[in-house]
């Protein structure tokens, strides 16, 4: 049995029908089985009529092994006493069925969906069980708190220094008037889509097939604008192509316009961390504080970079202070970077570089099971 293959146990002809037909729409294949029949005396912990765990019946390797079970009503009562697991839905049609609660706690069940309403909510999951999404990806947006304060030089840099270490990268250019990351990487005349291909894009966007269609240079995948007059995605769109990169693990590193509209709001909401890029100068920072206003309230995890240098008295904690933010690190100057980037040598290639070195110590810290971003 494929690893992405749910498991649906009901002998109910209707819910089976419903059920093929969700996994149809997510692209999923999945096993069906019947529940063990009830229990009569026999071997101590065997359903009666007794097929061995390991055989075709249940408990047994298809239960245990299957990334995601649905199991209708009229198969719970038999399932009370299966050994307990994570990823087991209850599914069924009669919402008045006072019934309903005591059998998803016999069976252990996350959640309890009722057909036709949860259809929707069911068809995601099954997906995310046929894309082997065990974890979501961190997903980091960059945003600049003033003209020229450098975010898509940090966006870029943190997307290729995660890439050179063998995380599953992209890099998503939220900021149509911002020129195409695509150039500052060099993959303006690689194949691929753009943002403006997905303008029509609602509801699930499958993850795999959105990696596969994206440019892909420097072992990262990137997401940018092409030079057309289009500048304009709708939200629902950047909703949809954002959870879909998310949804395929590693890390999505967005850059981020300063200007605040309904489709930057999609994807500050999406963020695990946001930080905003501060030269530290007053103007600089006053302005700084404008886009802090706008987005902090958006995004749950708001935190400054500060860039130098630094006129005196003041500093980087002195900066992310004034801002009422908590510092994300102070980003270091690299010499060369525009004149490197016009050879076609995107940020934070050259690995010993103080800009590389910031990226790396900032991913050694944020990624999973490297202590707190």
Known sequence: MGA?????????????????????????EPRVAHAPPERTPGRPGTPGGAPPPDGPGLPGPPWEAAPLVLVGEDAADRLAGAPRRGGVLLVGRD???????????????EQVLRLPEDEPWLVDRIADVAEGSAHQALTV????????????TLACALAVTAARSGERTMLVDAD????????????EAVEGLRWPDFAASRGR???????????????LRVLSWDRGDRVVVPPAAVRSVLAAARRRGGV????????????????????????LVVPAGLRPVAAAGRVAGAAGPLARDLRAVVRGPF???????????LLGLALAGELPSEPGLTEAAESGEPPGTRPRGPLARFCAEFWARALPGAGAA
Not at 4 to 11: F, M, Q, V
Not at 181 to 186: E, P, T
Not at 311 to 321: K, Q
């Open 95 to 109: 919402r008045e069925d006072p019934r309903v609660w005591r059998r998803a706690v016999g069976i252990g069940a």
């Open 141 to 152: 947006g960059v945003i600049g708190g003033s003209g020229g304060a450098g975010a898509s």
């Open 4 to 28: 992405g293959r749910p498991l649906i146990l009901t002998e109910d002809p209707a819910l089976l029908d419903d059920l093929l037909r969700l996994c149809a729409a997510a692209g999923a």
């Open 311 to 321: 006129p005196p008295g003041l500093d980087s904690e002195a900066v992310a202070g």
């Open 252 to 275: 999505v590193v967005v850059d981020l316009p300063r200007r605040i509209d309904e489709g930057v709001g999609e994807v500050l909401a999406q963020l695990d961390l946001a930080l």
């Open 176 to 187: 149509p008037l911002g020129g195409g990351l695509d150039v500052l990487l060099g993959a």
């Open 205 to 219: 966007v499958a993850g795999g097939a959105l990696e596969e269609s994206l440019p892909e240079l420097h072992a």
